[in-house]
C-alpha cells in the first residue's frame, strides 16, 4: 500500500511518501505543482533503477534513515537501550494527522518500544518549512544521535554554502564541490558558535543571489549541532541536523529535535534570505513592543571599558543622546569588584564603590536626555574570584582542572538552585531600576556539550521574560557566538560580532543577511581606531555600514571633532527617518560585477521604495566603476534615483556624471539590466542610492 501526502504554498510543493508501513520520505521537493497531481504515480516514478552490483531494489531514504534497511549511509537515529546495548530500530506506519498547512506521521517500533512522530509545518506568507522529529521509549534508552526530518538534496546542485567563521569574523561562507560521501560538521562548543552557524545553501546549478533555484536550512538551536549533507554511492542525497552528537548525558524516554527550517527558493539566494528575514522577524521573534519604532543604541563598553565613573559616564550620555542615540547600554563592570574580567562574575549586585547611590541617577540622567537604558549581564558565567562561586564551587560546570575561558567558568544551568539564583539576582536589578533592555553575555564555550545546559538557560529566559515582559534582550556571545532562531525565539537583537570595523562588518552583514533581518541585527559607529583590528576608517563610511541595520554607536563620542560629529547626526537622522520602512524591507544580496563592491538593496514592503548601499571594501582591478544591476523591481515602471550622499565624492572623481548632481528617472528594466553606473570611489567608501517608485 502507498500512502502519500503533500504540503503547499504558493511557491512550492513538499510530497511525502510510505509504502509497505515503512517510514516515509520525501519524494517530491520544489516548485508547486498542479493540485490534481497524482501523488502514487509521482511517488512510483520517484523510484530508481537497480542494476549490477546493487541490491534488488533500494533502500528508501526516508526521513530517518534505519541501519536495519540496509540503508548505505548515515543513519537518522542511533540508539542504546539502559543497558548500553545498541538498538536497531525498524519503523512501521502509525498514523497520519493532516490539516491545511501541517503534517504528522506517527511510526512505531513495537519490539524496541519505540515511537518516531515527525511534524511538518509550512508557512504560506515566508515560505518557511518548519521540521521537527520525536522519539518516544517505553523505557529509558540512551540517545547518540537524532536527526530532524532529512531531506534530499537537489541532483543540479554541483556545490553547497555552509558557514563558518571565528571571534570578530562571523559568517564567512564556505563553497564545498558536492561529491561521493560526506561533508560532516558538528559543533561541541556548547553554543551555536562562531566557527559553525547551523545553516546550508544548496544553490542549483547557475544560481546567483538574484536568479535560479535554491534550498536553504537552518537548524534553530543553541546548543551545538551537527550537520551531515551526504552523496549515496547510488547518487541520491541527504541533509541531516540535529543536536550535536552525545550531548545527552542520562537516559530518558523523550527526546525532541529543534526545529529545522527549510525553504526552496526560485528566486535565487535572495529568496532564501527574504523567506527566513521576515519568517524570523514576523514569526519566530516576538517584541515586547512590536508598533516601537528599533530604538538608536549608545553601548558605552569601548569608550569605558571596566572603568566606570559616574560624571563621566553622565557626560558621555549627554553627548551620546545629542548624536542622536535613544538607548543607553551600561556595558560590563557596574557589579561586584568587577575591575578587570578576572573576577566577581556571578556577584550581581551593583557597586558600591562606583555608584555610591545605586544606578538610580545613571539612570534619571539617561532619562533626561531622552534615552531609555540598558544594561549588561552574562548570567550562564561565573569567576573562580567570586563571592558565589567561593559559597557554591559545585555549581560550576566541568571539572576543577578545566581550561578556564576568559578566566571564567560556566554556571551549570541545568541546575534549578543556580536558575533560582540568577532569576532572583537579575530579577532584583529589574525591579528596582527602570531598565528595558538586557545585552545578555555569552563569553565562553562550555567545557563540555550537554543539551540540558541550553534547556536551562532558555528556561531562565522564558522566566524573565514572562516576569518582565516590557523588557528586551539582545544575544551577545563573544559577539556572534550564539545566534540562531531558537536563542531569537527568546530574545530580540543579535550582536553579529565584537569587531565594529567597517569594513569586517560590511562582509558578515551582507552573508548574516541571508538569515537575519534589519529589525534584529545591531550594528554600531565603532571608534576612529578600531580595537579589535588596528585600523582607521573614516566616519563616513562608519556611519552608513551601521546605518544598514539596527543602528547604535560604541566608542568614546568626545573623541569627535565637530565634522565627525555632524557626519554621524546626520546619518543617523536620515537612519531615523527610513528606520520604520527598513523594519519590514527585504534585504537583497547584489550580484556585484566588481569583487571589491559589496552591495545590496533595501527593497520596502509593496516595492514602492528602495536603498541601494554599495560599499567598498577594497581597491578595483579595473579603472571605472561597473554598472550594479539591482534586482525585484517591476520592468516597466519608472523610479526616481538619487545619489544621497553625493558629496562624499573624492576630487579624483572628476566625470560629469548625472547622479553627482541631481536625481534621474529611470525604468526598473533599465536598473535590472544595465544597472547603475556610480561614481568612481576610493576603497572605504559607501555609496547610498534611494529609489522610489514614480
Known sequence: MIRCWRLDDSRQTLVLGSTKDHLAEVVFWGPRLPDDEDLETLFRANGIDVTGGMLDSNPELSICPEATRTFPGQPGLILRDGSGTPLLPKFCFASAEQSTNAITLAFRDEVNGLTYTASFAINPETHVIEAKAVLE???????????????????LADEMIDFSGRWCGEFQMNRTPWSPGMRYRENRTGRTGHEHFPGLILPCRGATNASGNAYAFHYGWSGGHRMVAEELPDGRR???FG??????????????????????????????????????RDVVVSFPDPDRPRPVHYNCWEAVYFNHNLPELKEIATIAAGLGAERFVLDDGWFGNR?????????????????????????????????????????????????????????ALGGEDQILGRYQKALNMALPEVRDFLFERIGKVLADHDIDYIKWDHN???PLPDAAQTRGSYQLIDRLRAAYPGTEIESCASGGGRIDFGILGRTHRVWLSDSNDAIERLRMQHNAAIFLPMAVTGSHVGPRVCHTSGRTLGIRFRAWVAAQRHMGFEMDPRELNEDEAQVLRDVTSWWKRNRDWMFRADILRLDSPDPAVIAEQHLAEGGGRFVVFAGKAETSKQIAPRPLQLTRLSHDAMYRIELINREDASHLSRGDQILKSKAITVSGG??????LTLPWSFPETMWVIEGTLV
Not at 544521535?145 to 537537489?154: Q, R
Not at 578576572?342 to 534619571?364: C, F, M, N, Q
Not at 536626555?369 to 559559597?391: A, Q, V, Y
Not at 533599465?670 to 544597472?675: E, I, K, P, Q, V
Open 444 to 446: 565562553r564555550v562550555l
Open 670 to 675: 533599465y536598473l535590472m539590466n544595465h544597472g
Open 243 to 280: 543536536h550535536a552528537a552525545r550531548v545527552e548525558s542520562a537516559a530518558q524516554t523523550r527526546f525532541e529535535t529543534a526545529t529545522l527550517y527549510a525553504m526552496f527558493s526560485d528566486d535565487g539566494l535572495n529568496g532564501c534570505g527574504v523567506a527566513f528575514q521576515r519568517h524570523l
Open 339 to 395: 575591575d578587570d574580567d578576572t573576577r566577581a562574575l556571578s556577584d550581581w549586585e551593583v557597586d558600591p564603590r562606583k555608584y555610591p547611590d545605586g544606578l538610580t541617577p545613571l539612570i534619571e540622567h539617561c532619562h533626561a536626555e531622552g534615552m531609555t537604558f540598558g544594561i549588561w549581564f552574562e548570567p550562564e558565567m561565573i569567576n573562580p574570584d567570586s563571592d558565589i562561586h567561593r559559597k557554591h564551587p559545585d555549581w
Open 137 to 155: 521509549s517505553d523505557r529509558p534508552t540512551h540517545l547518540h544521535w537524532l536527526s530532524a526530518p532529512v531531506f534530499p538534496g537537489p541532483q
Open 238 to 240: 541527504q541533509i541531516q
